[in-house]
């Protein structure tokens, strides 16, 4: 989870809302798909990390690229853990699990 100071949050909160919005809003347009705010949430995402490597470092390093690699994959990582997970032990106990997961161990 990003825990950053109540007073970064305060600053970056709007900006976020607005593009939240804005790609909400592009992503419900007659003719796009249902998941179309997907490659949108994926085009904001990897310019946002570009374009701060172009004003922080000027130029791409190795570094930076594990860095930025790894921020994204902790995300994916935290968000299916805070969100994914849950929901899919919700639907578990809804409808039932895969019964080849009991015999090799996994089970709510």
Do not use: W
């Amino acid at each position: 989870m990003p825990y950053i100071k109540q007073e970064y949050r305060d600053l970056l909160d709007d900006t976020i809302d607005r593009l939240a919005e804005t790609i909400s809003a592009i992503s419900i347009r007659p003719g796009q798909g249902e998941t179309a705010y997907a490659g949108m949430l994926n085009y904001a995402c990897t310019r946002l990390a570009m374009k701060i490597v172009h004003i922080r470092f000027g130029e791409i390093r190795y570094g930076t690229i594990t860095t930025i690699t790894g921020v994204f994959k902790n995300i994916a990582d935290e968000f299916y853990r805070r969100v994914a997970a849950p929901y899919e032990d919700k639907q578990i106990e809804k409808s039932g699990d895969v019964d080849m997961y009991e015999k090799y161990g996994s089970t709510i």
